[in-house]
């Protein structure tokens, strides 16, 4: 199968590392001049030498993210279906050998927690869930499409990585978009973190994009761990991927995440350690390099870092979130995948955006228009 | 003698008509982008406009009596324009245009088939079905297309109620990059000519009306300015000199050199 994988072979990590880090005030103020930027520039502005120019980023980085999407900001919910999970992941709460409480909602559980969500104001829900091939598959993601499908106007998912023939029986009942971070794309690195279960096959992850676009999803969201590796190459990677699949699945559109390490009980440190002004950059560096993409962030991040990033790129924006199964009411107190930064209301969240000049959208999409 | 000033005796602006509809606005608007919907409101209402277009995908059509953007619509003189943005072919197209005739009881529909989610190109070909099918139907159809000549005239015999060809690429503001296209189109078009698409500031709209299109539509550049509301007011009135220079037959400009020695003045001797 012609994939990804046949051009990530073509980058070696330490020369694409040397590269970025090699990178002049010079290149960053060609990229930041250039009217169309290449993979080239956007390692310029990913580099430490683009960190005098994060001023100067912040301001195309606004005004090209207001060209394309306006003053608005879309809301997102997860809901937490399982925290079930065969891998061994080293940064995550739900990790195999993480000794805590197991759950998947049943369809009573999720309609109490969706009610709640509804309640909130929610119309787009992310589902999310470990990896328990045995318990939480297709079978069951088709039940809980079914029953959610004619409460929300856009249904997400972040779950294990699935077989082409799965997505394309999953699209039907409403699926709108899957995301799935690589998490890295160091490969031996990937190996150190996920040493057992299904997630340790690093190809299969980095081709499941590739069958997203196959299927026909409408929307895919990419990402890696931030913390795991030098963020920088790993974020080359990211845009390298993205350019990839934006010419060959070109009916898809794309969005782009940068969740940092967050602590969770018994979890990692992290290895690289990503500060606010870099964060930035790289938001900044990712609109500069691709006008079209969504961005998104969490509630991994804090509200003071939150409230000012509205405004410098980002298209989307999580509030109120619960990363535990039944978070919202069925069983608040259970273990949580990581802890929130946030603990804002989505109202709160939407006053917010509304202070800065933007209106906080709760609904993008209706199921209906895809056929 | 005329009083100065007075614009009314001269501008005899006949009235744009659309499948059965009379427009005194020529400037058509949109609803996106906006950082409020109060602004929005503010804006369309200042802008004059009689036909404003919403996309499905944004309103809650099942519970339409209680979405806060349709609600603000509510004029007397404001005719909705459901869109179909986000299908990718006929089929969802012809669908969705069901559901917005059904919900917003209009069978007006901004036909928008664009398979690809980044540049948002329209599809000519699922365009063309789709709008074959819908007049069928018995809808009023505006299908946002490339400045294609020959499109254009397919979807009139397909019974299109107007053409809407982009000026250049939506959301743009770039203006009439597609102008030679457009002067043909509107040369030979049996349909209102809109341009929908890039119109970035209101001289490219000012322009689209001087060189014959009989309206324009406008989103992006009214609600991302500064100022929406001032902003609407500017193409309000550019709208309004285009035509009327439309009208008042614009001078040609001149593109050739008179030349010192003329080649012909023999003829003369």
């Known amino acids: 199968m012609n994939s990804f994988a046949d051009i990530f072979e073509l980058h070696n990590w330490d020369e694409t590392k040397a590269s970025i880090y090699a990178k002049t005030s010079y290149d960053v103020e060609r990229a930041l001049s250039a009217d169309k930027r290449t993979s080239e520039d956007f390692k310029a502005l990913i580099s430490p030498a683009a960190a005098p120019y994060l001023e100067q980023m912040a301001q195309i980085s606004q005004q090209l993210t207001l060209k394309r999407f306006g003053k608005i900001i879309q809301m997102y919910v997860p809901l937490y279906l399982s925290n079930e999970c065969n891998n061994i992941c080293t940064y995550c709460g739900f990790s195999y050998d993480n000794k805590v409480k197991r759950k998947t909602l049943t369809p009573m559980e999720i309609m109490q927690e969706v009610a709640v969500i509804k309640d909130m104001g929610y119309d787009h829900v992310l589902l999310v869930t470990g990896e328990a091939n045995q318990t939480v598959h297709v079978d069951y993601f088709k039940k809980v499409l079914d029953l959610i499908r004619p409460h929300f106007a856009q249904i997400s998912m972040e ?33 150190k973190h996920h040493p057992k279960g299904k997630k340790s096959n690093f190809q299969y992850r980095l081709e499941t994009p590739d069958r997203l676009g196959q299927a026909g999803i409408h929307k895919m969201g990419l990402g890696v761990l931030i913390g795991l590796e030098d963020w920088r190459t790993d974020s080359f990677f990211t845009a390298l991927h993205l350019n990839y699949l934006e010419k060959k699945y070109w009916q898809s559109k794309y969005s782009l995440s940068f969740p940092r390490l967050r602590p969770f009980s018994g979890g990692l440190e992290p290895k690289v350690e990503m500060n606010d002004r870099e964060l930035v950059q790289l938001i900044c560096a990712y609109r500069l ?69 933007y209106e906080a959208v709760w609904k993008d999409w209706d199921n209906s228009l895809a056929m | 003698m005329l009083e100065p000033g007075n614009i009314k005796a001269v501008n005899k602006n006949p009235m744009l008509k659309i499948a059965d509809k009379i427009f005194t606005s020529r400037l058509f608007t949109g609803t996106g982008k906006f950082s409020s919907s109060t602004l929005m409101e503010d804006a369309l209402l200042v802008s004059g406009s009689e036909l404003v277009t919403v996309a499905l995908k944004r309103v809650d059509v099942k519970n339409n009596e209680h979405d806060d953007l349709l609600i603000r619509l509510k004029y007397p003189h404001i005719n909705l324009l459901p869109n179909t943005s986000g299908v990718r072919n006929a089929k969802e197209a012809i669908f969705a245009a069901q559901l917005a005739r059904e919900a917003l009881e209009t069978n007006w529909i901004k036909l928008e088939i664009h398979p690809d989610p980044k540049y948002l190109m329209p599809d000519p070909i699922e365009t063309l079905k789709a709008t074959e099918e819908l007049a069928k139907m018995g809808f009023i159809v505006l299908p946002y297309i490339h ?29 009439l990059r597609t102008i030679d296209f457009l002067e043909i189109i509107i040369s030979q078009s049996n349909v209102p000519v809109i341009v929908d698409a890039g119109i970035g500031s209101p001289s490219d709209a000012a322009k689209a009306l001087e060189i014959g299109a009989d ?55």
């Open chain 1, 159 to 191: 779950v294990q990585p699935l077989d082409l023939e799965d997505y394309q029986q999953l699209t039907p009942y409403g699926l709108n978009t899957v995301l799935v971070y690589q998490e890295t794309y160091h490969q031996e690195d990937y190996k």
């Open chain 1, 289 to 357: 390099f691709n006008q079209e993409v969504e961005l998104s962030i969490s509630t991994r991040e804090s509200p003071n870092f939150r409230n000012n990033i509205i405004k410098l790129g980002i298209t989307a924006i999580s509030a109120g979130s619960k990363t535990n199964p039944g978070g919202y009411s069925v069983e608040p107190e259970s273990l949580e995948q990581f802890e929130i930064s946030d603990e804002r209301s989505p109202q709160q969240i939407a006053r917010v955006i509304a202070a800065q000049g």
């Open chain 2, 147 to 175: 400045a294609d000549p020959v499109l254009c005239k397919r979807l009139e015999d397909a019974g299109t109620a107007a053409v809407m060809p982009l000026g250049s690429p939506i959301g743009s503001n770039k203006g």
């Open chain 2, 215 to 269: 309206a324009v539509l406008v989103n992006t550049a009214i609600a991302v300015s500064a100022n929406p509301v001032q902003m609407a007011i500017a193409f309000k009135l550019a709208v309004e000199a285009g035509r009327m220079a439309f009208e008042a037959k614009l001078a040609l400009p001149v593109t050739h050199a008179v030349a010192s020695s003329p080649l012909t003045s023999f003829l003369d001797e």
